[in-house]
């Protein structure tokens, strides 16, 4: 299965983006939807998930209050709403089917399945 992420791009230190995720392949219902985030020399971090079964979220301590996750059932995408960019904040985003129920649990464990091509989110002044 492969997720496609996009939307990311060059923004100010205190500025906003929106990535979508989308495939062809699964209904995201069925699924439960995650993002992680890897930045050059560092490693992949979970930040943020949404249940395919009740949209209960879950997001990492460093992003909490900045970012939400959303899902459109009728356009089979899930968003990431992120504001107040942070330069830490950079890095390619990449969305990914999350194996276990989406928990901060989930997130530190990389309990990631399939995932695709990312995005990458620069942030810059």
């Given at each position: 299965?492969?997720?496609?992420?996009?939307?990311?791009?060059?923004?100010?230190?205190?500025?906003?983006?929106?990535?979508?995720?989308?495939?062809?392949?699964?209904?995201?219902?069925?699924?439960?939807?995650?993002?992680?985030?890897?930045?050059?020399?560092?490693?992949?971090?979970?930040?943020?998930?949404?249940?395919?079964?009740d949209d209960t979220t879950a997001y990492e301590d460093?992003?909490?209050?900045?970012?939400?996750?959303?899902?459109?059932?009728?356009?089979?995408?899930?968003?990431?709403?992120?504001?107040?960019?942070?330069?830490?904040?950079?890095?390619?985003?990449?969305?990914?089917?999350?194996?276990?129920?989406?928990?901060?649990?989930?997130?530190?464990?990389?309990?990631?399945?399939?995932?695709?091509?990312?995005?990458?989110?620069?942030?810059?002044?």
């Amino acid at each position: 299965v492969q997720l496609q992420a996009s939307g990311g791009g060059l923004v100010q230190p205190g500025g906003t983006l929106k990535l979508s995720c989308t495939t062809s392949q699964i209904s995201f219902t069925d699924y439960n939807i995650g993002w992680f985030r890897q930045a050059p020399g560092k490693e992949r971090e979970g930040i943020s998930c949404i249940s395919g079964s009740d949209d209960t979220t879950a997001y990492e301590d460093s992003v909490k209050g900045r970012l939400t996750i959303a899902r459109d059932n009728s356009k089979n995408m899930v968003y990431l709403q992120m504001n107040n960019l942070k330069v830490e904040d950079a890095a390619t985003y990449h969305c990914a089917t999350v194996v276990i129920d989406c928990s901060v649990v989930a997130l530190r464990h990389q309990a990631f399945g399939s995932w695709g091509s990312g995005t990458l989110v620069t942030v810059s002044s």
